[in-house]
């Protein structure tokens, strides 16, 4: 990309500084899993970079994917 525009990386990583900003003022068990929340969110950013999907949308899309993986995985194991 550009000079003046962001990679998607960067527009990522700059996403997960704010979030960590915010995680400062969140109570501990708030915080621990918004520590998931980035883990999940970085999961799938190679596929991020490479798509036309905006990074920020592309970063909940992972982190919804990622939390529907982990229900559906409980729900086989309730059965």
Same mark, same amino acid.
């Given at each position: 990309?550009?000079?003046?525009?962001?990679?998607?990386?960067?527009?990522i990583?700059?996403?997960v /500084?704010? @979030?960590?900003?915010?995680?400062?003022?969140?109570?501990k068990g708030d915080?621990s899993? %918004?520590?998931?929340?980035?883990?999940?969110?970085?999961?799938n950013s190679?596929?991020?970079?490479? /798509?036309? @999907?905006?990074?920020?949308?592309?970063?909940?899309?992972?982190v919804?994917?990622?939390? %529907?993986?982990?229900i559906s995985?409980?729900e086989?194991?309730?059965k």
């Amino acid at each position: 990309m550009g000079r003046s525009t962001p990679s998607a990386r960067q527009s990522i990583d700059s996403l997960v /500084s704010e @979030i960590e900003e915010m995680k400062k003022i969140m109570r501990k068990g708030d915080s621990s899993i %918004v520590d998931d929340i980035i883990r999940y969110g970085k999961t799938n950013s190679a596929g991020i970079t490479y /798509s036309t @999907i905006d990074p920020d949308t592309g970063f909940i899309i992972s982190v919804l994917v990622e939390v %529907v993986k982990r229900i559906s995985m409980l729900e086989e194991q309730i059965k």
